[in-house]
């Protein structure tokens, strides 16, 4: 559903780009590509692909060999992890891609480091005045999966928050930078907390958070504040879609209800003039949802099916014919 006075055909001029870039800012109920990799292949399906996107340092799939932690202060809600002193890191794209772009944070005490894509080294990074996102790119020239490992030097220090594999210049990239745990609060908590949007470049940005600020019963004025800030942010670069996810168990218990905070999505959508995807009306209660099939059993968790509908939603509103016409 569409907040009140939005039009749709309205929403997406950024997707007539040849290589638009779509980001997802979510937590566990998006992190794992779980409804975003359906939504994903049907754009890739109008639009072309464009690759698999990213790999974040802190999902897991990289090899951290040495001294890592994690850094609060940087990355994406505070995601980076800094290597020092001969630390490596190892990952395989075993997807299509030519173009690798590894996303890090130049910061006043980081030094080079050496980005090595099928053994040859490529050296990256250096110092910084202040904190700053930044992506270097490297092209290898073939088309197909890539070994890649970062290495830190002895003595140096260098912050990452991940790699974005890409193929060609046309297409569709979309770049899920979900994680469990995240907040509204925490990713809108200052501009600076939102600055490696300047490097991803979003030509839409699909903002799936909540959840954990409603359970954490975060102050209303705080969320409020924060996912403006958000929601502006993001749309300096292109549209943006807020996402009210899906009723709690309990949902009618937590103080305050998390029906206020529904209301809060309505309003900051309302008055940015975005899309908001509803499916806290779209289920009803969660006794409505839970008889359907559309939660697990730990009460707020989209099961399967929950997962698939969150992507039929998504893609109905994509898919109106005054936005699919832009898309093509």
Not at 209 to 234: F, H, K, W
């Amino acid at each position: 559903m569409l907040a009140t006075g939005v039009r749709a055909s309205s929403s997406f001029p950024a997707l007539q780009q040849p290589n638009p870039t779509v980001v997802v800012l979510g937590d566990s109920i998006a992190e794992g590509d779980s409804f975003v990799q359906n939504v994903k292949s049907q754009l890739a399906d109008s639009l072309g692909d464009r690759g698999p996107g990213f790999f974040s340092m802190w999902s897991g799939a990289w090899v951290l060999t040495g001294p890592w932690k994690g850094e609060p202060t940087y990355g994406p809600f505070g995601s980076a992890f800094s290597g020092t002193d001969g630390a490596f890191a190892e990952l395989t794209v075993f997807h299509e891609s030519d173009t690798l772009n590894v996303l890090y944070v130049c910061t006043p005490d980081s030094t080079p480091f050496s980005f090595m894509v099928d053994n040859i080294p490529h050296p990256v990074g250096g110092a910084c005045t202040t904190p700053t996102f930044m992506k270097a790119t490297i092209h290898r020239g073939n088309v197909g999966w890539h070994f890649v490992r970062v290495a830190i030097p002895k003595g140096g220090k260098a912050y990452l928050w991940g790699l974005s594999a890409e193929i060609g210049t046309r297409g569709i990239l979309v770049e899920n930078v979900s994680n469990p745990g995240h907040r509204i609060i925490e990713a809108g908590a200052s501009l600076d907390a939102l600055r490696f949007l300047d490097v991803l470049a979003p030509t839409l940005t699909i903002v799936a958070l909540g959840m954990n600020d409603i359970a954490s019963s975060v102050p209303l004025d705080q969320y409020e504040t924060c996912l403006s800030r958000i929601v502006a942010y993001a749309s300096r670069f292109g549209a943006v879609i807020l996402i009210s996810e899906n009723p709690r168990i309990d949902e009618n218990t937590l103080s305050p209800q998390q029906s206020v905070y529904h209301a809060i999505n309505e309003r900051v959508a309302k008055a940015a003039g975005i899309m908001h995807l509803d499916m806290f009306d779209r289920w009803g209660s969660y006794t409505a949802a839970s008889a359907k099939g559309l939660i697990r059993s730990d009460g707020y968790h989209p099961s399967a099916a929950g997962q698939i509908d969150y992507a039929t939603a998504l893609w109905e509103q994509l898919a109106r014919p005054a936005v699919r016409s832009r898309m093509r």
